[in-house]
């Protein structure tokens, strides 16, 4: 039982670690030879050169001005500076959301921490429960005399309990509603924003029927002529360029190569660089490695402009959806919220999502092949839920020594010395283990493409409410019950439905500590370790190092990386989680995670501003399902109080307790009628209000030609064939039609914009600080 | 234990009594004096004359013609005769759909009824454990060795059940999807058909923001004008009329009694009738009837203009509620499905009910009431459902002997006569209960009004539910395991998940004979009871001696009635579930199921084309529940098979039926996804056809003229103020409007109809029969 003194011990190890990370972090930022790892977006939005355009040498690589290191951590004010609303247009509304989910956990938790101490920890501490267990030899540590387990059985002091259940239920809520209805005010601001986009007019149409006479793109043309006559205007339809999309991507390998090898040879002229044909280049027949590749990328060169032809002209190529174009925003938002014919599994329209984020594999799945893919993958994700541990022990049991062995006994001599033995034994099992927590969200993610959603965004949002449950099953309730998660199930059939939360809630208390230890390990020392970008840094180094010659190839190199939603989130969660559950069991762990999402905020801000590129933005489409699961946390604190309280023989008080799940049931209902919609619909008046605007001032807008080419398959986007990477081609090409910054317009026009206002000077201080010294 | 011999018995008393009914229904029908009891749909369509208008005297009271006692029978074949089309055409498509209902029940049940015997009961009764188990003195009657009990622990012959299970699941899906399928395009045909409608142009507007400039009518004009301005036609603001409708009505009532004693006046001129003015005339100054009525009738005319004037003009009389109509369907079809504004609480707009269906008076409730109230009733069933036995134990121990002497002591010496007492102690505790279950569907359509549904069709749908809900909790789980819905609910939240399908499915094969008993006594007999319209029959016979003068009394003397959605329903599915539970564990029910459902069938085909009056048309838009409580008791069926099973020993075979819940849910979800949004939303084509066809018909149509008035409140419907009474502004005004028959359009037109083709001339035989012998 680890004491206070314990904890404390581990914080300040934990405290410290971090804080050398920091100091790394400073350091290292500062440097202008690390400037493209830890300022990448700025260089993504062409708003920053290297520093290595100018001035003396060593300034190139090393910061010399001494003045910079004093201020070693002047970037969390700095982060904290940019206003929010520069802040979506410097990273897209679903970063700027994104942070909102760790300042609500300080909002909920803020107040909850001090009436939990002001209230509960007096009402604990003044006990002696276990003082007079302790001279019955039952071991209990300091944090527990802070805790509900210091209150004797049938106390009336638990009614102060039940009291801060409801206030800190009430508060949780009030929170929540709040920001339910700032993040949906926030999306509706930023989709109705000044700035024309393509998916303001597109309507995604999937499942059209076939047709014998007429073609695809016919087929649309005429539905919509027909059924929307006075607000159709144009279409794109779909086609499956997956195998080009490969080919330009192998040709793109090739080139890369080819590229090695002449700087090989530049370098040494004497000897024209051989390479083998076969597997890894490790056997095979031994060729000119130039003449090789040269050959090699122009027959793809052939194979791609044959494909390319074949894909536009071949109807066999031609996926049965399209992207169809309204003449005004109100004719889009029409059709994306009606319904087209009366089979409605034929015809179905939606909202287009934004170019950047749709997934153009899954948009020709027909409906009822979705409704079996769902069925699978249900079942799948059940089975890897609660059986995930099967394989990885199998794999277990065959990677020890006796497993080896009998596997391949010619490796018997090998393993039997002692070193080799001991590593065996010592990683292999934990290795297969982490290996599979590694690859898990990738597992879930590559099971949500299965299923057939087709953004991106939509994509992350399934997978991180897989990972989500996986984590709740196998981290929470897999750390207070210990078996594996399909023995847990086992055990809860077994039970009654009052015993599961008492089962859990005696079990919480006593797991108090262990998961304080988790919240610094993993939460403290995780987001240190976030700002630090040790693997970029390496990385980027090394490519640098090795493969850079041109400016192009130094930006390619940069590993910028993103929020990724999918595994980010659900872990925040697991936060949430922990604080309302214990903040009526054990006040003391508040504290910490009061520490972690302060810490995290800060940490994530800067690296939202400098580093994070999002791959596409979804306008927050997320917010419903953050929503959704910190009113699960809460419920599930609420059930496990009642377990715990049930046991302790406060039957008196505990019924006082049920009226509490019913509550946030309701209020979950009703905040999601309220405003779920906003994340799902498309106001009419809104729409209506900017095609007025619009027409008023741009009477002669050539809309057909802006639309065009909006949603056409990334591989056709570039005429430069050796560009057309799909990063490249979304993140440069677009990004003026998308997510316009404020620095770009700012080139344009010398004076601040109105919104920034007086804060925007702050700014350039970050960008510029070690330009300008 | 009652044996087969038992069973028979009480099912030839049964089918005798039933025997009986059809008997004296075949008598009574053909009498022309009961005609309008029996045939009051033709009467209220106006296609039938009273037979009283000519022929001998005799002739008109009682049916002289001998043939006809004959064929007592015929009216069967001739329910059975009218063609579908034509039956939707009479009674409308809720009827007709409704009917399916019943059909569906003998498609599932005919083939598994005959597996089940052909397969099962072989299976079941080649075994000796009850005969075994006699020797040990367990008693079982012949009818447990046709069931699963037969069958000793751990046999191999589990199989064929759970290989039956999967076949009768398979079957059941089957059916229900092919009737999903069949019902959505009924409707869509029907909402789609021929006529004009103004629900198809018209949309309901409600949570229209109060603006301090504007009144809700200029408001609505505003919005629609801006944001619809193409399609928008015209409105008409909810008014609330509650306080007019009652003075209306008030009014009818005196206008009654004027007639009353008029009429007593002109039989006996000598004396002018004296009434007091008191409570129920009891009491109170004594005054001349017939002038104390006019009067009052003068006072409640002025009453009545002045309350019209006011609240055309008492803007706090508007309420923020309007029926928007536009030029097109399409456009309303769009207005219904999209959001409005940015607040999806505000100008909610959904598809307008059919004038008759409209509520009033949950017009104007705000969006945050509505989800309190759904909160309030939502506890208050459960309490309903779980606590109904607390208050009629209560009411039970007053109306004891002992319980009314302490109450009212001076009631003592009333109450010791013998034969009062009796009365008491016999009938009181009883007839407590059995108020409550007569009242029961009652209470549960006020809970639905008081949670804020706009359209009574909506208000059935939700007191259906509730009253399954009920009936499933309290019918047939109370029968299974005995003891009070709160007990059984206790027992439940300390059993484990896996042990309660275990004590159901232990107790389903001992209940078999009284759910067999249950299903004669209620199914066949009801049914029986049904046709035969006893308190309609007995009702008219009174009123047309006591108070009929005129043809229009007479109109109004007749009491139609109407297929009630919220009681029948639930019923029907209690055969569903007992059914499909008894289907793999004791198929010697299922017959009695298949009697039920045929019997029924035929008997309500009747009615509908002879009897009832609906008072409105929802399109068959409760198909989507009857559906899923459909699918419920088959996942009941699966539950507790497999709950069974598990106490056999047949833990081999078990595991294989997981899968079936898994797949029906899915199943669910499947078919919901592919046709319940035909019952939700409106598809845009179909919307567009009609618009183009009226177009190219009648260019020159006035549709803000036909418009203008469909949505009126129904008091300031009629310009005969006598005649406000609302069934009959609905029943005759509307009727030609809404729900055209082809017997109206054939009146003008002799050629049959298309659609009926040579089938028609089926129908006057009904129609007919004792007009023309």
């Not at 300042?103 to 276990?130: E, H, Q, R």
Request: aromatic share 14%.
């Amino acid at each position: 039982m680890a004491t206070i003194a314990d904890i404390g011990v581990a914080a300040a190890l934990n405290l410290i670690s971090a804080f050398i990370f920091l100091i790394a972090f400073a350091l290292l930022r500062i440097q202008p030879f690390n400037d493209r790892v830890y300022f990448p977006k700025w260089y993504l939005k062409g708003l920053r050169d290297s520093p290595t355009h100018a001035g003396a040498f060593v300034k190139k690589f090393v910061n010399v001005d001494f003045r910079s290191y004093v201020k070693f951590l002047n970037w969390m004010p700095a982060a904290l500076k940019m206003p929010e609303p520069e802040l979506i247009e410097h990273a897209g509304l679903d970063s700027a959301v994104y942070l909102r989910i760790y300042l609500i956990g300080l909002k909920i938790f803020v107040p909850i921490t001090f009436f939990a101490w002001a209230v509960l920890v007096p009402v604990n501490y003044t006990n002696d429960t276990l003082e007079l267990q302790k001279l019955l030899n039952v071991t209990s540590s300091d944090i527990d005399r802070l805790s509900i387990s210091n209150i004797p059985d049938k106390s009336q002091r638990f009614w102060a309990h039940i009291v801060m259940a409801y206030a800190f239920t009430y508060w949780t809520c009030y929170v929540l509603l709040k920001e339910y209805a700032k993040v949906a005010d926030m999306r509706l601001q930023f989709l109705a924003s000044a700035k024309r986009r393509p998916d303001q007019f597109t309507v995604l149409v999937r499942n059209v029927p076939p047709d014998p006479d007429e073609s695809v793109s016919e087929l649309v043309e005429h539905f919509f002529l027909v059924n929307h006559p006075d607000h159709y205007l144009t279409h794109q339809v779909v086609v499956n360029a997956n195998k080009l999309a490969k080919l330009v991507k192998q040709k793109k390998k090739k080139q890369n190569w080819l590229d090695y090898y002449q700087l090989k040879y530049s370098r040494n002229n004497a000897k024209r660089p051989i390479m083998k044909t076969g597997f890894l280049g490790l056997w095979g027949q031994k060729v000119d490695a130039i003449d090789y590749h040269i050959s090699e990328i122009e027959r793809l060169s052939k194979e791609i402009a044959a494909e390319r032809e074949s894909v536009v002209t071949d109807p066999k190529a031609i996926m049965p959806a399209a992207f169809v174009s309204f003449k005004t925003r109100w004719g889009a938002a029409v059709c994306a919220q009606t319904q087209q014919t009366r089979n409605p599994t034929l015809w179905l329209t939606d909202w287009a999502p934004e170019p950047r984020d749709v997934y153009w594999n899954n948009l020709a799945i027909p409906y009822v092949s979705l409704a079996v893919r769902k069925l699978i993958m249900g079942v799948a994700f059940f089975f890897l839920t609660f059986f995930f541990m099967i394989p990885i022990a199998l794999v277990q049991s065959l990677a020890s020594i006796v497993g080896i062995e009998k596997a391949a006994p010619f490796l018997k001599p090998i393993i039997e010395v002692k070193f080799i033995k001991s590593v065996i034994q010592g990683f292999l099992p934990g290795i297969a283990l982490k290996l599979f927590l590694i690859f898990l969200p990738t597992i879930l993610m590559i099971m949500s493409k299965f299923e057939g959603f087709v953004s991106l965004s939509s994509l992350e949002r399934r997978s991180a409410s897989r990972y989500y449950l996986f984590i709740l099953v196998n981290v929470f309730l897999g750390s207070i019950i210990t078996g594996s998660a399909f023995e847990q199930l086992d055990s809860f059939m077994n039970q009654s439905a009052n015993d599961i939360p008492k089962t859990i809630g005696v079990a919480i208390p006593i797991k108090a500590t262990f998961f304080i230890t988790y919240i610094m390990v993993d939460g403290w020392a995780g987001i240190a370790g976030e700002i630090l970008m040790l693997k970029p840094l390496i990385f980027y180094h090394l490519k640098n190092f090795l493969l850079v010659k041109t400016e192009k190839d130094r930006e390619e190199a940069m590993d910028a990386g993103s929020l990724s939603f999918n595994t980010g989130e659900p872990r925040i969660q697991l936060y949430f989680l922990l604080g309302l559950v214990y903040a009526t069991v054990t006040p003391f762990l508040l504290p910490f995670i009061l520490v972690f999402f302060g810490f995290a905020y800060v940490v994530f801000r800067h690296q939202i501003i400098n580093v994070y590129n999002q791959e596409y933005e979804s306008g927050a489409a997320f917010w419903p399902d953050v929503h959704k699961r910190v009113i699960v946390a809460l419920i599930i604190s609420q059930l496990l109080l009642m377990g715990l309280l049930s046991t302790k023989g406060a039957a008196q008080s505990t019924p006082f307790l049920i009226a509490l799940p019913v509550l946030t049931i309701w209020f979950y209902f009703f905040s999601k009628g309220r405003y779920e919609s906003a994340f799902v619909r498309n106001p009419l008046q809104e729409a209506m209000m900017k095609d007025t605007l619009e027409r008023a001032r741009e009477p002669n807008l050539n809309l057909k030609g802006y639309l065009q080419n909006a949603y056409v398959h990334p591989v056709f986007k570039s005429d430069d064939e050796d560009d057309d990477d799909y990063d490249m081609a979304f993140g440069k090409k677009e990004d003026d039609v998308l997510v316009p910054t404020k620095r770009q317009s700012r080139r344009n026009t010398p004076v601040p914009s109105k919104i920034s206002g007086g804060s925007s000077p702050s700014l350039p201080e970050t960008v510029q600080e070690h330009h300008e010294p």
